[in-house]
């Protein structure tokens, strides 16, 4: 069954960075495009990234560019979100993604989340 | 970007209730149109795609509908195990969420 398994997440100053992790398995994760997703207490989702299957194609929400950046190895069946110049607005819990087709955004399986908080 | 906006931010029902919430584009995303669930503390579900497709294993009181600009997520007789948060999403674009709604008891 399709797992998505994060981490990475824990307690940052403002300024300070942080690497989370989405360890995938269950299925081709080479063929599958990936998203990190995030939702700050009480409030709603909010997309953050994707990257394509081969990682030759990259977004990202204008609240984390410049700032984040998403890869992947497809080697290792992970997915990675580089958080640098972390904001307190940047509290939140962030998932890692599935499609449920090998390309776009329709999220059918979703990690457990991994709470990042910023804050002096 | 394609913004959504979802109607209304909160609603209280009772069980039986037929419920509808909205959301709106300022452009058309054809039938690029995801609903999700969410309960307190969990992990949000994929309840409806492509506006209408019922996700496997999503009982039938639920269903989708719309196109274009304006969609509809109807819950034809609200059970308890659906007091939640219901997010729209739109797949047409960069892939972002309204705003939810939070479906409350009565």
């Known amino acids: 069954q399709v797992q998505l398994v994060e981490s990475g997440g824990g307690l940052v100053k403002p300024g300070g960075s942080l690497r989370l992790s989405c360890a995938a398995s269950g299925f081709s994760f080479s063929d599958y495009y990936m998203s990190w997703v995030r939702q700050a207490p009480g409030k709603g989702l909010e997309w953050v990234s994707y990257?394509?299957?081969?990682?030759?194609?990259?977004k990202y929400a204008d609240s984390v560019k410049g700032r984040f950046t998403i890869s992947r190895d497809n080697a290792k069946n992970s997915l990675y979100l580089q958080m640098n110049n972390l904001r307190a607005e940047d509290t939140a819990v962030y998932y890692c993604?599935?499609?449920?087709?090998?390309?776009?955004?329709?999220?059918?399986?979703w990690g457990q989340g991994t709470l990042v908080t910023v804050s002096s | 970007d394609i913004p959504l906006t979802q109607s209304p931010s909160s609603l209280s029902a009772s069980v039986g209730d037929r419920v509808t919430i909205t959301c709106r584009t300022s452009?058309?995303?054809?039938?690029?149109l995801n609903w999700y669930q969410q309960k307190p503390g969990k992990v949000p579900k994929l309840l409806i795609y492509?506006?209408?497709s019922l996700q496997t294993g999503v009982p039938p009181r639920f269903s989708g509908s719309g196109s274009g600009t304006d969609f509809t997520l109807t819950i034809t007789s609200l059970q308890p195990e659906d007091f939640a948060t219901y997010y729209c999403q739109q797949s047409y674009s960069n892939p972002l969420f309204g705003q939810g709604t939070r479906v409350e008891i009565k």
């Open positions: 993604a599935r499609p449920q087709y090998s390309s776009g955004w329709t999220y059918e399986y």
């Open positions: 990257i394509s299957s081969s990682g030759s194609t990259i």
């Open positions: 492509s506006v209408s």
């Open positions: 452009q058309s995303i054809s039938n690029y």
